[in-house]
């Protein structure tokens, strides 16, 4: 499966974006997914992620609240919405995918199989 991810750009703080990923080459409505950001000099983090039924949900503390993430089926695509933006979460943002992955909460525990390419995150006034 093949993982687009769009939606970066520049926002200001207290202001929102939605990114989007949309899977290609496979059924990609049976895939658990997640996004990922990685701020320069820091580790990769998992921010949210939902299941392949949207029965469960990850979210790291650090975006309680503020990022909400949804999957439509039909168009084979994840939203991550953004809201709330702290100049913290610039980052470059990549949306991944497995399908063994049974819930969200463990993709926090593996390395998903598919990757999208990164698409930029930065806020700023």
């Known amino acids: 499966v093949q993982l687009q991810a769009s939606g970066g750009g520049l926002a200001q703080p207290g202001g929102s974006l939605r990114l989007s990923c949309e899977a290609s080459?496979?059924?990609?409505?049976?895939?658990?997914v997640g996004w990922f950001r990685q701020a320069p000099g820091k580790e990769r983090e998992l921010v949210k992620a939902i299941s392949w039924n949207g029965n469960s949900i990850f979210t790291a503390n650090s975006v309680k609240g503020r990022f909400n993430i949804s999957r439509d089926g039909a168009k084979n695509t994840v939203y991550l919405q953004m809201n709330s933006l702290k100049p913290e979460d610039t980052a470059v943002y990549y949306c991944a995918a497995d399908r063994s992955i049974s819930t969200a909460q463990a993709m926090a525990r593996t390395v998903p199989d598919y990757w999208g390419q990164g698409t930029l995150v930065t806020v700023s006034s």
């Open positions: 080459g496979g059924t990609g409505s049976t895939y658990a």
